[in-house]
């Protein structure tokens, strides 16, 4: 008689019933085998503190981010490495500059008219044109391929990269951020290393990470909420229905509107707790 290759006893107890909740094995539904106690030696590799370690470690990520943005060729398309910086500092509270057109009223708005070029609405002719710029205060939540969010008391704020004209920093305190899935369930982690695309292509948050997503999309989980649109002519009130590539509909007590998401200066969902 021979013993099992797997559990090495006879008769094979592979078949034993599986704990209900198995802690620390990825997921896996099968004990594994205990490893051999060995003595362990760990070696410097830096005759620098750890901490100093960390900073030098960040310093040459810095730098390397912006040899990447340097070394590339211009592509106004191309707003990965924004996205990220963005994603890296969410959690602070932030001004925004938004632009607009001038047919807006100031009337609930901190708007002022400023003088810009027009290259930065991708007119290379360099003229210059007056404009209106409206400013938003909030906690820098997200960012996407093509927008960034900020949270104003009880709502969420969505601004397309296009009509963001700069943003600042407004507390100087540095707030503790947690890095991304530092706290990630088994479930999660096993998903993502033995089940990537089909996973991730089912959740929007996490594919923002990995990816980055069009405004439309994160604007998904929205749908049946209140929300405030600015565009450069006029605001519209109403019910967010459907979103889709480059068009969004709301609805109100009068009418179904469909808007071009290219002609929002900013769109707000409302009554958030």
Known sequence: MNNCNLCEHYPCKCNQLVPQNPVNLF??????????????????????SQEELDDLQIC??????????????????????????????KGIKVKANILCGLDIQEDDEDVNEILVNNSINGNNEGEAETVKL??????????????????????????????????????SVEEEREPKFINADQDTRRELAFNFGEFVSKN???????????????LKKYEGKEVKIRTDKERHFGTLIETRDGKIQIQNKKKKQEIDINTICYIQVLNLK
């Open 204 to 218: 929007a948050d996490i594919e923002n990470l990995f990816f980055g997503i069009p405004l439309h999309k994160a």
């Open 134 to 171: 409206i400013r938003k205060i909030g906690k820098l939540a997200n960012a996407g391929r093509d927008f960034i969010q900020i949270n104003p008391i009880g709502s969420a704020l969505f601004i397309l990269y296009n009509n963001l004209l700069s943003i600042s920093r407004i507390d």
């Open 60 to 89: 040459i990520e810095t730098i390397n981010d912006l040899l990447r943005s340097l070394g590339s060729e211009v592509d106004a398309n191309n707003t990965r490495q924004l996205q990220l910086h963005f994603l890296d500092i």
């Open 27 to 48: 997921g896996s539904p099968f004990d594994c085998k205990k490893q051999i106690r060995t003595r362990r030696f760990s070696s410097l590799n830096s005759p620098l």
